[in-house]
T-cell receptor, first 116, second 114 residues
Framework: GAGVSQSPSNKVTEKGKDVELRCDPI?????LYWYRQSLGQGLEFLIY????????KSGLPSDRFSAERTGGSVSTLTIQRTQQEDSAVYLC??????????????FGPGTRLTVL | AQSVTQLGSHVSVSEGALVLLRCNYS??????LFWYVQYPNQGLQLLLK??????LVKGINGFEAEFKKSETSFHLTKPSAHMSDAAEYFC????????????FGSGTRLQVQP
């Protein structure tokens, strides 16, 4: 039914605080991606989940960033001890999977994070 | 490794004029390619996708793109611009093997003048 949803749509936090961003993928999609879009730049890959496989964390910029995906569905991206350079729009995408396919990634509306 | 270069961060055209947004890619393996559009305060919406079938790909809203392997290009065109086409456009490359995430260009903001 519905597309990819993300919450909150906007988050303002103070430097040093932790934040959690949520993504609900399209039902039945086994692959889930997190990207970051900084002002005036393209999308930067953060992390990828495929089914029950170990996630591809190769894009995470520091150990302050982590993500989990519970039950193969909802995902949470956590940023600890936020810094001003973390301010960006965080986009989640999902796709049918499977590895080796050219399946299309469908994007959510994003969460705009502002770190003061 | 893959990379995408979008020439021109801003493109301005008149309503009714041809739209041409340039994308060049680099990939060590056979690529598949996307164009996405992003309207203000929205997520990315798929315009079209190339997956090694026909080299000329038709998408939504009258857009099309041609894959040219010899030029490593995947330029996006539309014969006649509409005001509603004003948005940011992203070219992205993926690979059949290796890392599954897409590599995006930095985007081109299209302005349509009345």
């Amino acid at each position: 039914g519905a597309g990819v949803s993300q919450s909150p749509s906007n988050k303002v936090t103070e430097k040093g605080k932790d934040v959690e961003l949520r993504c609900d993928p399209i039902s039945g999609h086994t692959a889930l991606y997190w990207y970051r879009q900084s002002l005036g730049q393209g999308l930067e890959f953060l992390i990828y989940f495929q089914g029950n496989s170990a996630p591809d964390k190769s894009g995470l910029p520091s150990d302050r960033f982590s993500a989990e995906r519970t039950g193969g569905s909802v995902s949470t991206l956590t940023i600890q001890r936020t810094q001003q350079e973390d301010s960006a729009v965080y986009l989640c995408a999902s796709s049918l999977g499977p590895p080796g396919s050219t399946d299309t990634q469908y994007f959510g509306p994003g969460t705009r994070l502002t770190v003061l | 490794a893959q990379s995408v270069t979008q020439l021109g961060s801003h493109v301005s055209v008149s309503e009714g004029a041809l739209v041409l947004l340039r994308c060049n890619y680099s990939s060590s393996v056979p690529p598949y390619l996307f164009w996405y559009v992003q309207y203000p305060n929205q997520g990315l919406q798929l315009l079209l996708k190339y997956t090694s079938a026909a080299t000329l790909v038709k998408g939504i809203n009258g857009f099309e793109a041609e894959f040219k392997k010899s030029e490593t290009s995947f330029h996006l065109t539309k014969p006649s611009a509409h005001m509603s086409d004003a948005a940011e456009y992203f070219c992205a490359v993926g690979a059949y093997t290796g890392r599954r995430a897409l590599t995006f260009g930095s985007g081109t903001r299209l302005q349509v003048q009345p």
